[in-house]
T-cell receptor
Framework: RKEVEQDPGPFNVPEGATVAFNCTYS??????FFWYRQDCRKEPKLLMS???SGNEDGRFTAQLNRASQYISLLIRDSKLSDSATYLC????????????FGQGTELSVKP | DAGVIQSPRHEVTEMGQEVTLRCKPISGHNSLFWYRQTMMRGLELLIY????????DSGMPEDRFSAKMPNASFSTLKIQPSEPRDSAVYFCASNLGDRGLLGELFFGEGSRLTVL
């Protein structure tokens, strides 16, 4: 089983739609969680951290469920510019700061 | 401020040749990571360093791969001999380690390797 698993998609949605991505992780000692965004043929960039209480950044909401070992990202009122691949990332503090990426979920927002 | 700098950006080589990828992390960052990305396997962690010391190289696929960090401002990833299945985008990334946001990695633009 992969350490971090995501539905690869693609998710094809119209502008203005709400879309949600889920990610599961296998290491229960995982310390911290993040969502990254990667545009086509570019490097990944940090989108947002994921806090236990859930957190919001504009149209983006991240949730963490430690008991079920999953993380989610919700995008409301999606824009054309949201089209990208979204990568779930797990930080393993007990392995010296190892950062493990999921395979990514591709999102395509259409007019 | 300069970000993470990788070279070469693109390399096309023939099977059996040695490939050396280079990375200059952001000044002041004390952790450096090498990742490989392919369509089939996504972004895989190959090796990472803290304060120039390799911490975990369990992701290095085989003995043909080696990485060094002789000082805080330079790292290399070497493949010898290269094989077609090594074709991928190789990313270098750095961060402040435990002095910053733990999960915030700053990536270079990547080195796209094609082995014929």
């Amino acid at each position: 089983r992969k350490e971090v698993e995501q539905d690869p998609g693609p998710f094809n949605v119209p502008e203005g739609a709400t879309v949600a991505f889920n990610c599961t992780y296998s290491n229960s000692a995982s310390q911290s969680f993040f969502w990254y965004r990667q545009d086509c043929r570019k490097e990944p960039k940090l989108l947002m951290s994921v806090y236990s209480s859930g957190n919001e950044d504009g149209r983006f909401t991240a949730q963490l469920n430690r008991a079920s070992q999953y993380i989610s990202l919700l995008i409301r009122d999606s824009k054309l510019s949201d089209s990208a691949t979204y990568l779930c990332v797990v930080y393993l503090y007990n392995q010296g700061g190892k950062l493990i990426f999921g395979q990514g979920t591709e999102l395509s927002v259409k007019p | 401020d300069a970000g993470v700098i990788q070279s070469p950006r693109h390399e096309v080589t023939e099977m059996g040749q040695e490939v050396t990828l280079r990375c200059k992390p952001i000044s002041g960052h004390n952790s450096l990571f090498w990742y490989r990305q392919t369509m089939m396997r996504g972004l895989e962690l190959l090796i990472y360093f803290n304060n120039n010391v390799p911490i975990d190289d369990s992701g290095m696929p085989e003995d043909r791969f080696s990485a060094k960090m002789p000082n805080a401002s330079f790292s290399t990833l070497k493949i010898q001999p290269s094989e077609p299945r090594d074709s991928a985008v190789y990313f270098c990334a750095s961060n402040l380690g435990d002095r910053g946001l733990l999960g915030e990695l700053f990536f270079g633009e990547g080195s796209r390797l094609t082995v014929l």
